[in-house]
């Protein structure tokens, strides 16, 4: 809503993402993108229509069903990294445990072999100015595993990274897909195209392209 104008962000979509799935969406500037991360993300409820997760209707949830739908079920990752910047890398891994966490997970066991996963022994007690770009982006990506999500959700996870560090990175996220995780990334790079399962393309709030 600009003023009294109402702009939709996006138009007649019509999606689903199936479990095990490797997905690159591809959205142009202005194209509805940030909308379309929250939607899937869980962030906000859609003016129209339905989403449902595993069956459930966000619309018919509440604002604590919802919140705890999304800690638990959706991992994020994003191009900043978004990492707590005086925390170290385990504490920033363990910080979504503190809201949300699944009963059969040890957080701080699990938080340590995510991190040594990554590659990261040696910089568990760093913290993120004490890391590389691509150091952070992985102890990003042991936080967004951290509560075993049903989907891990990408904002141009190698954007801020140089091409060298981008595909070790998109390596991370193949093997995961390839271990049986759901991996949605939103993407301008040709790169993520390239090894996706299914590309859409959304312009102007629409998918042209499914």
Do not use: W
């Amino acid at each position: 809503m600009l003023g009294n104008l109402e702009i939709p962000g996006l138009s007649d979509v019509n999606l689903k993402i199936k479990k095990g799935e490797f997905l690159a969406i591809m959205c142009p500037s202005g194209s509805g993108k940030s909308t379309l991360v929250n939607l899937i993300g869980c962030l906000d409820r859609p003016t129209e229509g339905q989403i449902l997760v595993r069956g459930r209707d966000l619309n018919k949830m509440s604002d604590q069903e919802l919140a705890r739908l999304r800690g638990l079920e959706i991992g994020f990752v994003f191009q900043t990294f978004n990492l707590v910047p005086r925390l170290t890398a385990f504490e920033n891994v363990l910080l979504p445990t503190f809201a949300n966490s699944k009963t059969n997970i040890d957080p701080r066991t699990l938080a340590r072999e995510l991190l040594e996963t990554m590659g990261l022994h040696d910089r568990i007690h760093h913290r993120p100015g004490e890391l590389s770009g691509g150091q952070s982006q992985r102890v990003a990506i042991a936080r967004a595993l951290i509560n075993d999500p049903a989907i891990l959700l990408a904002d141009e996870p190698t954007g801020n990274l140089d091409s060298r560090t981008g595909a070790e990175i998109l390596r991370i996220f193949m093997g995961l897909n390839l271990d049986g995780r759901t991996v949605v990334i939103f993407t301008h790079g040709p790169e993520v195209v390239k090894h996706a399962d299914r590309v859409i393309l959304v312009r102007d709030g629409i998918i042209q392209y499914n």
